[in-house]
């Protein structure tokens, strides 16, 4: 690895820690930010001379929060910046000063950093860009490129939901075991989020987006923080289970290849393994969660060497437990497929059909009615359906494999007719 | 004579590894093994999974304590590893916890699942 490779990383990897205490510090992201980069200059210049230090993280606080000041200072008074050796010139008594200062806090600085980006006011795709931001540390370009929109673009969204951050008041007070819980809770669905972003791409060039391995990134680092949380290890698990189908996902062609036909030889093992042990991990806890299911969901199907030897039965059990949970009729349709599998099309329609009014305008909830109606050879409703579902896809892959669909259902069709 | 070397890292930083970067690395030291591989001096080689993954046992007043993830302390020493083939993790918690029973002393067992292994050649 070159030396700046190496540099990167570590201001990468410290990134969370670093941007939390210098947001307590200054209580304002824009000042957090800039002190943040100053730092991040300041290592670009001191480390490939003097060695890395200790503790990167320390490091960068200790370093940013003087930069911080100085500005803080520069701006009230107008006075110019205190020499340059004053600040640079550090040693590690110092930065195990700032290690101190910061070791009791840093849990809550980070969960506080991930907090503030899930803010109830920011639509879905304002944290998700705030998140990659500022935890992350992604660029604007990168976040920009991933949600089709150019740079300028994602910069002005980034600031109005900084804004709207900051006009909200960021919570420094040290949350009680019940906020604690509610702000974690309300973080592992915004790294749910970031993850379905880059899952949800659909095509394989977009699939390379940093996003998935970034919210595994953040599952595990709030897994590090939280280790005895079991919704957290189900989430951690979740997005391993997702994740290890990426090359199976798509053809050489970029066209969706489903679940059930998918090379599971081209699964990888390592990520489910991981998933394997979080889940046994979670269950000893003995307090189901929404995630730690859906994990569990997941895990069946890692766990079946084909697509046949999958565990319906444990799967409809799980979506009912879930639906009591969490009822919601997109669970109800995602039981729907485990119902058609063990029963038959007939009952999962029987499941599908009252939903119609709720997911109206849901992609997969046409493709599957579309597909159990096919199944039972009812093929101009089976018509309809695909039509409509071609017509809410979001992604050129979701629209040609419906499409595979509706030529099937026109050659039958054709063929009743003769 | 045996000689385990142990690997030592930043966590965080590795998790913020590529899975081309972490290929390569693998790939690298796998060419270093091979070597000693083919000279039949090179036992088991074992990757383990993050320490997220990692379930701690510990003699408590009454009962074993098995906490979420790894063992944390930094005044005791590292002496010595098992590797096991379990089908769950309880039953990897069951080992651990006999270990336990059978060590007079209160020593922790941390239960780390592996990521990758090795078993290497037969040596002596």
């Known amino acids: 690895m070159t030396e700046l490779a190496w540099i990167d990383l570590a201001l990468t990897s410290a990134r969370p820690q670093a941007m939390g205490a210098l947001l307590r510090y200054f209580r304002n992201l824009d000042l957090a930010e800039e002190a943040f980069q100053e730092a991040c200059l300041r290592a670009l210049k001191n480390w490939p001379e003097k060695g890395p230090p200790r503790d990167p993280a320390a490091w960068l606080i200790f370093v940013g929060r003087n930069s911080g000041i100085d500005q803080v200072r520069k701006r009230a008074k107008h006075q110019p910046l205190p020499p340059e050796e004053v600040l640079s010139d550090l040693e590690d008594t110092e930065s195990d000063l700032a290690d101190r200062l910061d070791g009791a806090h840093y849990r809550d600085d980070i969960l506080r950093l991930l907090f503030v980006c899930c803010h109830p006011d920011l639509p879905a795709t304002q944290q998700i860009a705030l998140a990659l931001r500022i935890v992350s540390g992604l660029s604007v370009r990168q976040i920009a490129k991933a949600f089709l929109v150019s740079e300028a673009a ?90 290890s189908r990426l090359d199976a996902r798509f053809d050489a062609d970029g066209q969706i290849v489903l679940l059930e036909d998918q090379d599971r030889s081209l699964w990888d093992r390592a990520l489910i393994d991981e998933a394997l042990v979080l889940i046994d991990k979670a269950i000893r806890h003995r307090t189901p969660g929404a ?4 994990a569990a969901i997941a895990a069946l199907h890692a766990r079946a060497t084909t697509a046949a030897e999958t565990d319906w039965l444990q799967i409809d059990l799980l979506y009912q437990t879930l639906e ?94 003769k | 004579m045996l000689y385990a070397v142990l690997c030592y890292d930043c966590e965080s930083e590795i998790n913020a590894w590529s899975k081309e970067l972490d290929d390569k690395v693998m790939a690298d030291l796998g060419a270093v093994n091979q070597r000693y591989a083919e000279a039949g001096k090179l036992g088991p080689v074992a990757r383990l999974m993050p320490t997220t993954a990692a379930v701690t046992v510990r003699k408590g007043a009454t009962d074993d304590i098995i906490m979420d993830g790894p063992f944390a302390e930094t005044k005791e020493q590292f002496l010595g590893f098992f590797v096991l083939e379990a089908a769950t993790l309880d039953e990897a918690i069951t080992f651990a916890r006999e270990l336990s029973a059978a060590n007079p002393a209160n020593g922790t067992y941390e239960i780390r699942p592996l990521q990758f292994f090795n078993p290497g050649v037969p040596i002596t």
């Open chain 1, 324 to 417: 009591r949970l969490q009822p919601s009729p997109v669970v109800r349709l995602n039981r729907a497929v485990a119902v058609s599998k063990r029963s038959g099309p007939e009952a999962a329609l029987a499941l599908v059909e009252p939903l119609a009014e709720k997911l109206s305008g849901y992609f997969y909830f046409h493709g599957l009615r579309g597909g159990l109606l096919k199944q039972l050879g009812r093929y101009s409703e089976a018509h309809e359906a695909f039509d409509r579902a071609i017509a809410l896809a979001t992604t050129p892959a979701e629209a040609a494999h419906i499409r595979q669909h509706l030529d099937c259902v026109q050659r039958e069709m054709a063929a009743a007719e």
């Open chain 1, 291 to 294: 995630l730690q299911i859906q």
């Open chain 1, 154 to 243: 994602m910069e002005q969204r980034i600031t109005r939901a900084k804004a709207k951050v900051g006009a909200a008041g960021i919570p420094f007070e040290t949350p009680d075991a019940v906020a604690r819980a509610e702000r974690l809770g309300l973080v592992a669905a915004m790294i749910y989020l970031v993850f379905n972003e880059g899952y949800s791409a659909g095509a394989p060039e977009r699939a390379d987006t940093p996003f998935c391995a970034e919210a595994i990134r953040l599952a595990r680092l709030l897994l590090t923080l939280f280790p005895s949380e079991p919704e957290i290890m189900g989430l951690t698990a979740l997005l391993l289970l997702q994740h």
